[in-house]
């Protein structure tokens, strides 16, 4: 659920997509009767989406979150007509777009930042970053013997920052990675990854840093947790090894301070780590999952219909893991599904209406079941 992922998509779409323009869908003339072609954001077969709105309209702007109260949201971009070099983190009310605007920058503007999170009061985020092992962008290897890789930097660090961009709490120390931050619904939780075990395993802490508690255990790389709308179960996804060969890999990899991310499935448990189960065996990448607001199913991305890697498009799973159903049909890459608080709207980042290009842009759609 971090830079990692759009970086590694974003490459799969240099090298395995060609030019996709709007699509086009079938209407009536209400006067003749006629069909008619006309661009729309919404393709065909997109029933859930009763309308939607393009937020961001260049660079690669990902894992947009809203406030408790839904008035504003937080994502992270690397637009570098923004004045950024890598991911920061920027602040939006939820009516803005930003066509020929710049948003404001509440990150230090130092270092790579990942998945931003408001807290319950609405005028603090938590983030992680790593400006406190230097001011410049760490180096972002991606390839190794020929294989997508994601870093796993060993300074990321946990922050909660004020509305205006101010530091005012450090809630992780510890060497090595701890990333990927999400808050309870119910404001007295955060889960979040840490390799702090020598594995890549989720923890939960208070909202103030107190009280770690390591909740998975299993080789793989747990991450991108969210918990369920009354806080009582959480989703993420994880890439688990199971072959002596995989397994290697994995550990060699881990060593060097990389993943490689290329096969993930879903698993669900309770907020302690109790009753894990997998709830996906779909194969390819399954990610960024999200609980629907009725806390009963899962949107999710995944690749598992695509041959070639591509493309990307949101589902919806029971909990029980039944009834998957598809929920976008781009030619390209749909991810990074969040349901506002009230459940009626669904901001996501897709690569629909770039003129064929790279960048990945956030939408909010209204929802309908």
């Not at 939006?92 to 066509?99: H, W």
């Not at 005012?168 to 931050?181: F, I, K, R």
């Not at 998957?324 to 990074?336: E, G, N, P, Q, V």
């Amino acid at each position: 659920m971090s830079l990692f992922l759009r970086l590694f998509f974003g490459l799969l779409l240099v090298t395995s997509i060609v030019s996709c323009k709007n699509k086009k869908t079938q209407t009536e003339d209400a006067k003749t009767g006629a069909t008619k072609w006309v661009d729309t954001l919404i393709y065909a077969d997109e029933v859930h989406f009763k309308s939607l709105k393009q937020i961001t309209f260049g660079g690669d702007n990902a894992e947009a979150y809203w406030s408790f109260d839904d008035k504003q949201l937080v994502f992270q971009s690397n637009n570098k007509d923004w004045n950024v070099n890598c991911d920061q983190m920027f602040l939006m009310n939820a009516d803005e777009t930003f066509k020929d605007k710049m948003p404001p920058m509440i990150s230090t503007g130092k270092g790579r930042t990942t998945c931003a999170y408001f807290l319950p009061d609405n005028k603090h985020i938590i983030y992680a970053s790593t400006h406190l092992g230097g001011e410049d962008c760490p180096e972002t290897p991606l390839r190794k013997n020929g294989k997508y890789i994601w870093p796993i930097y060993d300074t990321y660090d946990i922050f909660v920052a004020d509305l205006e961009g101010n530091i005012v709490n450090q809630l992780t120390n510890e060497p090595g990675y701890d990333a990927e931050p999400t808050v309870s619904p119910k404001g007295d939780k955060i889960v979040f990854t840490s390799d702090r075990s020598g594995d890549l395993e989720l923890y939960t802490m208070n909202i103030d840093g107190s009280d770690v508690t390591q909740i998975t255990f299993e080789l793989g790389y747990d991450g991108g947790a969210f918990f369920s709308p009354d806080g009582t179960k959480i989703i993420f996804r994880s890439s688990r090894p199971k072959t002596e060969e995989a397994i290697k890999e994995y550990k060699d990899l881990l060593a060097e301070g990389l993943v490689q991310p290329t096969e993930m499935e879903l698993y669900i448990c309770n907020a302690d780590g109790s009753e894990l189960r997998q709830l996906t065996d779909l194969g390819n990448a399954n990610w960024s999952p999200f609980f629907h607001p009725s806390g009963e199913k899962i949107l999710f991305s995944s690749n598992f219909e695509s041959e070639r890697g591509f493309p990307f498009n949101l589902y919806m799973i029971d909990i029980d893991g039944k009834n998957l159903k598809r929920i976008t049909h781009s030619d390209t890459f749909d991810a990074f599904p969040v349901f506002s608080n009230d459940g009626k709207k669904l901001i996501f980042s897709s690569n629909r209406n770039n003129g064929g290009g790279h960048d990945t842009n956030l939408f909010i759609a209204e929802w309908q079941d």
